[in-house]
């Protein structure tokens, strides 16, 4: 008892004042993510059905894209967390400048490349599509392309401001950048009859403003972790390189996670009218069942850096529990409410009987493994990513994915007849095996023989 005292009330790198700060401010942000892609899709739905296709084709895209760089901040994030758990500031921030630098060539590069090779895209990638759709694409494609340097940027500025522990500043200018967004939607829509034009515009203006505010922000010297004031680059290939020992396993592994949901909606696609719709609402829903909790796994990178750092593990184990508990009790509070709604969620949308029968069937297996598997599933390998073991995590996660949420997808919902029932299912199986398999892995205590610094 003595030993617990000891951690709980001198040594405690964030206490619960400190961590309170840093996950309520990604709660809201999360939250409002959420929200505003709901009132985005419904704005851009009143441009005409072959202007939503168009857009969600490219934004399948995006999402990689914005997927990929959200890893390698993650990356960032973890040395200079790091670092702040050594106390050594300089060095800290030193790897904050080499992430923001070094993820916008990248992006840049990637933008080139996707400039250049528009035709591929819009004909290959895209494959047959109607020549409406595909002018409304091309559209949207050439104008949110520009976008992704600043994607990457504002990656990259929020999750240094969470290895600070400062997660209110990501949610202010996430805020701005929402408003923005929003705001310009409404207006070259519903005002100026833009169409798909309406739609890009804003998504482009929106993330140049959110990458402008942050980098200003993290430029000054007055925060524990600052960029350098300066236009020219020099890269610390050591440094780029811790960086992406982790970045690159978890960009791997959101890309694939991303291929994986695409192969599975063209399973989905199959069954019919009605299970393209439920599926379609059940992800609606589904967000706001895991939104508590994926807010709190981007504070578990944070916390568990900063204790890996300054070489506490005893901290790392005890804030890994405490926050998988708190995982736990949001995702329960939250889920019971979906519970609740679910007649409202059903009626709002207006569904044959066929398609709110199965939705609900789905809601309701998707809430029980939401509260039961989740947390473990994906907070136990951000504990692991956090310590440098992101290789380990990846494999698990691949091998997972690949093995029982794309192979018992075909098998529960084709073989054995479940539909898209059956692909809901073999998600839940795939979060069941990833959930022992990190368990496992992190009661060996392999991650605590990793260094990355």
Same mark, same amino acid.
């Given at each position: 008892m003595g030993k617990k005292r000891i951690i709980e009330k001198e040594r405690l790198l964030f206490d619960n004042k400190a961590l309170a700060a840093l996950i309520l401010p990604l709660i809201v942000e999360q939250f409002l993510a959420v929200l505003v892609g709901m009132a985005d899709s419904v704005m851009v739905a009143s441009v005409g059905e072959a202007a939503v296709s168009g857009v969600s084709l490219v934004d399948n895209i995006m999402v990689l894209f914005t997927n990929l760089f959200a890893a390698l901040a993650t990356g960032g994030a973890v040395i200079s967390g790091q670092y702040l758990g050594q106390k050594n500031e300089k060095q800290a921030s030193r790897a904050a400048t080499q992430l923001v630098w070094f993820t916008t060539i990248v992006a840049v590069v990637i933008m080139?490349?996707?400039?250049?090779?528009?035709w591929f895209v819009l004909h290959v990638v895209f494959g047959q599509i109607d020549a409406d759709v595909m002018r409304h694409a091309?559209?949207?494609?050439?104008?949110?392309? /520009?976008?992704?340097?600043?994607?990457? =940027?504002?990656? /990259?500025?929020?999750?240094? #401001?969470?290895?600070?522990?400062?997660?209110?500043?990501?949610?202010?200018?996430?805020?701005?950048?929402?408003?923005?967004?929003?705001?310009?939607? /409404?207006?070259?829509?519903?005002?100026?009859?833009?169409?798909?034009?309406?739609?890009?515009?804003?998504?482009?203006? @929106?993330?140049?403003? /959110? *990458?402008?505010?942050?980098?200003?922000?993290?430029?000054k010297e007055k925060n524990v972790v600052h960029i350098e004031k300066t236009f020219r680059y020099r890269p610390e290939w050591p440094m780029v390189r811790r960086i992406l020992g982790i970045g690159i396993p978890n960009g791997l592994e959101n890309?694939? #996670?991303?291929?994986?949901?695409?192969?599975?909606?063209? &399973?989905?696609?199959?069954?019919?009218?009605?299970?393209? *719709?439920?599926?379609?609402?059940?992800?609606?829903?589904?967000?706001?069942q895991v939104l508590p909790g994926i807010a709190i796994n981007l504070a578990v990178t944070a916390v568990i850096a900063r204790c890996v750092?300054?070489?506490?593990?005893?901290?790392?184990?005890?804030?890994?529990?405490?926050?998988?508990?708190?995982?736990?009790?949001?995702?329960?509070?939250?889920?019971i409410i979906v519970l609740l709604l679910i007649p409202l969620i059903l009626w709002a949308y207006s569904l044959s009987d066929i398609t709110a029968q199965t939705a609900r069937t789905i809601m309701y297996w998707h809430c029980a493994s939401a509260c039961?598997?989740?947390?473990?599933?994906?907070? =136990?390998?951000?504990?692991?990513?956090?310590?440098?073991?992101?290789?380990?995590?990846?494999?698990?996660?691949?091998? @997972?994915?690949?093995?029982?949420?794309?192979?018992?997808?075909?098998?529960?919902?084709?073989? =054995?007849?479940?539909?898209? &029932?059956?692909?809901?299912?073999?998600?839940?199986?795939?979060? =069941?095996?990833?959930?022992?398999?990190?368990?496992?892995?992190?009661?060996?205590?392999k991650w605590k023989l990793i260094h990355s610094i």
């Open positions: 080139v490349i996707i400039y250049c090779g528009k091309d559209i949207y494609l050439m104008i949110v392309t /520009a976008s992704i340097p600043f994607i990457a =940027l504002y990656n /990259a500025g929020a999750a240094v #401001f969470r290895a600070m522990g400062n997660s209110r500043v990501s949610m202010q200018v996430a805020m701005v950048m929402n408003v923005v967004n929003v705001a310009g939607n /409404a207006i070259l829509i519903y005002g100026f009859h833009r169409g798909t034009e309406g739609v890009a515009i804003p998504t482009l203006v @929106s993330r140049i403003t /959110a *990458a402008v505010l942050i980098i200003i922000l993290l430029c890309s694939m #996670f991303q291929l994986g949901k695409i192969i599975v909606l063209s &399973l989905v696609s199959t069954f019919g009218t009605y299970a393209i *719709a439920a599926n379609a609402v059940c992800n609606a829903v589904a967000n706001f750092g300054a070489g506490d593990y005893e901290q790392a184990e005890y804030y890994t529990k405490k926050l998988i508990r708190l995982g736990y009790v949001s995702m329960w509070a939250v889920n039961v598997i989740w947390p473990i599933s994906f907070m =136990l390998p951000s504990t692991l990513r956090a310590a440098g073991d992101a290789k380990v995590t990846m494999v698990i996660s691949l091998a @997972s994915m690949w093995t029982f949420r794309i192979v018992f997808s075909y098998v529960l919902a084709g073989y =054995l007849g479940l539909g898209v &029932l059956g692909v809901w299912f073999a998600m839940f199986i795939d979060w =069941l095996v990833r959930a022992v398999c990190m368990t496992l892995r992190y009661k060996s205590g």
